[in-house]
């Protein structure tokens, strides 16, 4: 005979289980809420700051050109460079995906 304990018990088919025990919430829980911000609301806070960041650069690219054509007999023109050309995926230079 084997000596030693058995490591478990041996269950008669069709033997029902218990349902696990259930933990019961006692009171609110202790620490601090972080509530998550909406979706929409993010989104609407990122279009707001896409906007403003381009706005201030257009002012600062306007600025920039009215003090050197001020300077200069000629008048000063700004070329845009082509958009729109080269795969969709490629970044520009010059550009941020923020």
């Known amino acids: 005979m084997a000596q030693g304990k058995q490591k478990f018990k041996a269950q008669r088919p069709g033997a029902s289980k218990k349902p696990p025990t259930q933990h019961k919430h006692k009171g609110?829980?202790?620490?601090g809420r972080a509530i998550a911000p909406k979706k929409?609301?993010?989104v609407q806070q990122q279009k707001l700051k896409k906007g403003l960041e381009v706005a201030i650069r257009n002012k600062i690219e306007q600025e920039v050109t009215q003090r050197a054509s001020k300077s200069l007999h000629k008048r000063l023109s700004v070329l845009k460079g082509p958009e729109g050309k080269g795969p969709p995926g490629a970044a520009h230079p010059g550009t941020s995906s923020k």
């Open 28 to 31: 609110p829980k202790k620490g």
């Open 40 to 42: 929409a609301q993010v």
